[in-house]
């Protein structure tokens, strides 16, 4: 009987960071590369980009706000698969600077879609990972500027070695319900929707590597990472990196050859394993 052929899953995929991260795994991966999108049409269209330059991603949709498609996703793999050796979290949202949105909506749609949402894509593809599976949860360097900014208390229940992940989605639901009223500052809070999204995928990371270390299939490593300050629409193209350059973190993080003991459960960013808060 032959081994079931290995799979790749990058979230978000059709544009910036994630299309650079597939066309990453195409090239290195010995497997197939799954490109998906919330937008069939753009999705297919930058799967064709990529055969264009003669390489042979895959597509599926997935739009990681809805159950629905997450869970449409999850069959086709295990029907077609059987499991899923690298996933790529890296869908997200940011407000541009000069947006008209009240905070208020900022926090909820912004910690939605970075971190409710990648929530459940987790829960629904984390019993398919295979022994030896590699995760990347795409973070940011926003994260560790915006903890520091939080009251001591609120540090301090982040960064509980024991927080699960029902208490850090409880954690978060309070930043957004202190947003819908103004209070988030006066109650110890960042007034940055989009960092404490990002804190709390760095310490969902952390939980993650806990559980995962627990799990009965060898050698599963995850790790969140920064991409750093990378020219794409959700920067405005007004970074420093190449989404080329951007890629090349996750890249590192999704192929860590077997028996990789480090980084396992850490914040990466250029490669470099970094102190947190």
Same mark, same amino acid.
């Given at each position: 009987?032959?081994?079931?052929?290995?799979?790749? &899953? +990058?979230?978000? %995929?059709?544009?910036?960071?994630?299309?650079? !991260? =597939? /066309?990453?795994?195409?090239?290195?991966?010995?497997?197939?590369?799954?490109?998906?999108?919330?937008?069939?049409?753009?999705?297919?269209?930058?799967?064709?980009?990529?055969?264009?330059?003669?390489?042979?991603?895959?597509?599926?949709?997935?739009?990681?706000?809805?159950?629905?498609?997450?869970?449409?996703?999850?069959?086709?793999?295990?029907?077609?698969?059987?499991?899923?050796?690298?996933?790529?979290?890296?869908?997200?949202?940011?407000?541009?600077?000069?947006?008209?949105?009240?905070?208020?909506?900022?926090?909820?749609?912004?910690?939605?879609?970075?971190?409710?949402?990648?929530?459940?894509?987790?829960?629904?593809?984390?019993?398919?990972?295979?022994?030896?599976?590699? &995760? +990347?949860?795409? %973070?940011?360097?926003?994260?560790?500027?915006? !903890? =520091? /900014?939080?009251?001591?208390?609120?540090?301090?229940?982040?960064?509980?070695?024991?927080?699960?992940?029902?208490?850090?989605?409880?954690?978060?639901?309070?930043?957004?319900?202190?947003?819908?009223?103004?209070?988030?500052?006066?109650?110890?809070?960042?007034?940055?929707?989009?960092?404490?999204?990002?804190?709390?995928?760095?310490?969902?990371?952390?939980?993650?590597?806990?559980?995962?270390?627990?799990?009965?299939?060898?050698?599963?490593?995850?790790?969140?990472?920064?991409?750093?300050?990378?020219?794409?629409?959700?920067?405005?193209?007004?970074?420093?990196?190449?989404?080329?350059?951007?890629?090349?973190?996750?890249?590192?993080?999704?192929?860590?050859?077997?028996?990789?003991?480090?980084?396992?459960?850490?914040?990466?960013?250029?490669?470099?394993i970094q102190k947190w808060g």
């Amino acid at each position: 009987m032959t081994s079931p052929k290995a799979v790749a &899953v +990058v979230t978000g %995929s059709n544009k910036g960071i994630g299309l650079q !991260i =597939v /066309k990453g795994l195409c090239q290195r991966f010995n497997g197939d590369v799954y490109l998906t999108a919330r937008n069939a049409e753009l999705g297919k269209r930058a799967v064709q980009s990529l055969k264009a330059e003669g390489l042979d991603p895959k597509f599926h949709q997935l739009d990681i706000t809805d159950i629905t498609s997450i869970n449409r996703l999850r069959d086709h793999l295990q029907e077609h698969y059987g499991g899923l050796d690298i996933l790529v979290n890296n869908a997200g949202i940011a407000f541009k600077k000069d947006t008209d949105s009240p905070f208020s909506e900022q926090a909820r749609i912004t910690c939605g879609v970075n971190f409710f949402s990648q929530v459940d894509v987790c829960d629904a593809l984390f019993p398919l990972l295979r022994p030896h599976a590699r &995760v +990347v949860n795409m %973070s940011s360097m926003a994260a560790q500027w915006s !903890i =520091v /900014k939080c009251s001591s208390d609120i540090q301090a229940r982040f960064k509980d070695a024991t927080i699960t992940t029902l208490q850090l989605k409880a954690l978060v639901q309070e930043f957004i319900d202190a947003a819908q009223t103004g209070d988030h500052v006066s109650q110890g809070w960042a007034d940055m929707a989009y960092g404490v999204s990002k804190i709390a995928m760095t310490i969902l990371t952390f939980i993650q590597h806990r559980v995962l270390s627990q799990d009965s299939r060898p050698g599963i490593v995850i790790n969140s990472c920064c991409p750093g300050y990378v020219q794409t629409d959700l920067t405005s193209n007004q970074g420093k990196k190449t989404p080329e350059q951007g890629a090349d973190t996750p890249l590192y993080l999704s192929l860590l050859p077997p028996a990789t003991t480090t980084p396992n459960g850490e914040f990466v960013s250029d490669r470099e394993i970094q102190k947190w808060g």
